[in-house]
C-alpha cells in the first residue's frame, strides 16, 4: 500500500510535537484534518519525532510516539516527504495470524 508521508508539528496544553504522519494517498483520512477527526478519541502514530516541553527542558526524541487525540488542539503541516511503500510483513511461523479462526473444538 502507497501512503503520504507528512511531518507536522501537534500543539497540546503540555508539549509541541514534531512527527512524521502517514496518510493515505487518497479517498477517506487523506488529509491530516481528516485523520485527526477520525482518531478523537484514538491515538495518533508518528515516528520520527520530536517532543518539545512547553513548560522548558530539553527536547527529546524518540523513534515512535503514540499521542492521545483528545489532547491535540492544533495540528500544522510543516513538509510534504512524498510517497513510501507501507512494507508488508507476512507473519512468522508459528505466530498468531491476523485472521479469526474458530476455538479448537471440546471433545
Same mark, same amino acid.
Given at each position: 500500500?502507497?501512503?503520504?508521508?507528512?511531518?507536522?508539528?501537534?500543539?497540546?496544553?503540555?508539549?509541541?510535537?514534531?512527527?512524521?504522519?502517514?496518510?493515505?494517498?487518497?479517498?477517506?483520512?487523506?488529509?491530516?484534518?481528516?485523520?485527526?477527526?477520525?482518531?478523537?478519541?484514538?491515538?495518533?502514530?508518528?515516528?520520527?519525532?520530536?517532543?518539545?516541553?512547553?513548560?522548558?527542558?530539553?527536547?527529546?526524541?524518540? *523513534?515512535?510516539?503514540?499521542?492521545?487525540?483528545?489532547?491535540?488542539?492544533?495540528?500544522?503541516?510543516?513538509?510534504?516527504?512524498?510517497?513510501?511503500?507501507?512494507?508488508?510483513?507476512? *507473519?512468522?511461523?508459528?505466530?498468531?495470524?491476523?485472521?479469526?479462526?474458530? *476455538? *479448537?473444538?471440546?471433545?
Amino acid at each position: 500500500m502507497t501512503l503520504r508521508r507528512v511531518r507536522v508539528q501537534l500543539e497540546t496544553p503540555r508539549q509541541r510535537i514534531i512527527g512524521t504522519l502517514q496518510l493515505p494517498t487518497e479517498g477517506y483520512r487523506s488529509r491530516a484534518t481528516d485523520f485527526l477527526n477520525a482518531h478523537e478519541t484514538g491515538f495518533i502514530a508518528l515516528t520520527d519525532v520530536v517532543l518539545h516541553p512547553h513548560e522548558g527542558g530539553d527536547a527529546t526524541v524518540h *523513534p515512535f510516539a503514540a499521542i492521545g487525540a483528545r489532547h491535540v488542539v492544533a495540528l500544522a503541516e510543516i513538509e510534504d516527504l512524498g510517497l513510501a511503500e507501507e512494507e508488508v510483513v507476512p *507473519p512468522a511461523a508459528g505466530s498468531p495470524s491476523s485472521t479469526s479462526e474458530p *476455538p *479448537p473444538a471440546v471433545h
